[in-house]
């Protein structure tokens, strides 16, 4: 790692798989400069596929899917805070509550997202979900707790595919 | 204790549930669950898994880390 790398400043926006594990192989290959991440969510980096499995079917907690850290990464953590933009001339990230942070590397792991339904006052009707975060996957299981006796799930693909299995699983189980 | 597999990773070789069966379990013929929060007096067992599983798969937090707020 070059020395004016070494000893610089790094955000990270996205802390989750990717940011962390970007993190850790920056201390292991040597970083010893000033590291910051930025999530959106207020956890802790975590596992994503478990939520439509193991949660689903009641048998792990949604916080209980914490990811292990290969190393110490000794990063300050700006969690429950949404970067809104960046700065490329001064070099700033700009977050939602009106902080700055300033870098010399910058690292954008933020994924992607649910596609919520398109009509935002019917997505907030009572017993609606999307199924990408911890909290989501929490209050979706918590509802296949009280056993609806009817679900549809939009999005047949992978994950929706796992949705329906997890609901047929629990009622046969 | 956290751990996680990479399931892109993970070939169903079952390793694990041998080791540690209740931490990991097959579910059906070749998809994996597992608990990524075990507890600790599972640590040895969790560990061998890990050592025998044959593509690597699985990662387990040695521990819990200092930074963490």
Redesign the interface.
Known sequence: MPRDLKNSRIVIVGASLAGLRAAETLREEGFAGELTMVGEERQLPYDRPPLSKQVLLGRVRAEDTGLPRRCEVDARWKLGTRATGVDPIDKRVVLADGDELPFDRLLIATGTRARPWPNAQEARLDGVFTLRTCEDAARLAERLNAGPRRVLVIGAGFTGSEIASACRERVST | ????VD?NRCQGYAQCAFLAPNVFEM?GEE?L?????APEHERERVRRAAAACPVQAI???ERA?????
């Open positions: 204790m956290k751990i996680v399931l579910h998809a669950l597992y608990t990524p929060l990662l387990v937090e880390a200092p930074d963490a707020p």
